[in-house]
């Protein structure tokens, strides 16, 4: 007597779980230096959907009588293999494109005297900020263009 | 000790983002990447339109003038961590005595 087969719920979790790990990164992860420097929570994430994937895969493959998603399973997992793609090319190698920035100048070096516009529209030198035997932070950022 | 923030950002750019943010440091614009790239830390076409921007550098220069502590990231995700900074600060303020 042919049962109803049932749903494969496995491959739905897995599938979400990629997407969770996948944004999850960029709306809260990212915050934190200890989950962005090395984005081990999403990478976990990732390896969760990965077990339930294969769980999932293994139930429509296995036990096609009971269980759907032979179809559905395939697509799901090709989707998440995808959405693991994109947050690896994302987080490890689209920041990774920095120049060596091999002229820059080195411990010990003299740093280059400048005057550029403050925020103001006064103009302001290296020097005049060292003065008063006062050390000077540089931060070099991409601005917000 | 003081802190200047440099980026092609305008004045104006510069002195929205403090307001919004409540920054107090130092912004500093510079618009044509001259100062940027003295440093050779231009990052050639990456702005918008294709021109060149600030790629993330960070420069200790103590009171003489002398570069004493740099960091270059790989990976633009990945700043300094002000802990990091301040250990580079300290280990310079014997050299300080203004600071």
Do not use: C
């Amino acid at each position: 007597m042919p049962l109803k087969r049932s749903w494969n719920p496995l491959l739905w979790a897995g599938f979400a779980t990629a997407l969770l790990a996948f944004l999850s990164y960029f709306l809260f992860f990212y915050r934190f230096p200890a989950t962005r420097d090395v984005p081990w929570v999403n990478l976990l994430l990732f390896l969760v959907s990965a077990v339930l994937l294969v769980a999932g895969l293994k139930r429509a493959f296995g036990d096609p009588e009971r269980y759907r998603g032979k179809i559905s399973g395939i697509v799901l997992g090709v989707l998440s293999v995808a959405v693991f793609g994109l947050f690896w090319f994302s987080t490890y190698y689209f920041t990774r494109q920095l120049p060596s920035s091999a002229e820059a100048p080195r411990v010990g070096q003299r740093a280059p005297d400048f005057a550029l516009a403050d925020a103001n529209g006064k103009t302001v030198a290296l020097s005049d900020m060292l003065k008063g035997n006062r050390a000077v932070l540089l931060i070099f950022y991409r601005g917000y263009w | 000790m003081e802190i200047a923030a440099i980026s092609v950002d305008s004045s104006e750019e510069s002195r929205k983002l403090g307001e919004s943010q409540g920054y107090t440091y130092t912004f500093l614009s510079d618009p044509k990447a001259e100062v940027i790239h003295r440093y050779g830390v231009a990052h050639a076409g990456a702005g918008e339109g294709g021109r060149d921007i600030a790629r993330p550098a960070e420069f200790l220069v103590d009171a003489q003038g002398t570069v004493r502590w740099v960091n270059l990231t790989k990976d633009y995700r990945i700043r300094a961590r002000p802990e990091a900074v301040l250990k580079a600060v300290e280990s310079i303020l014997p050299a300080l005595p203004g600071s």
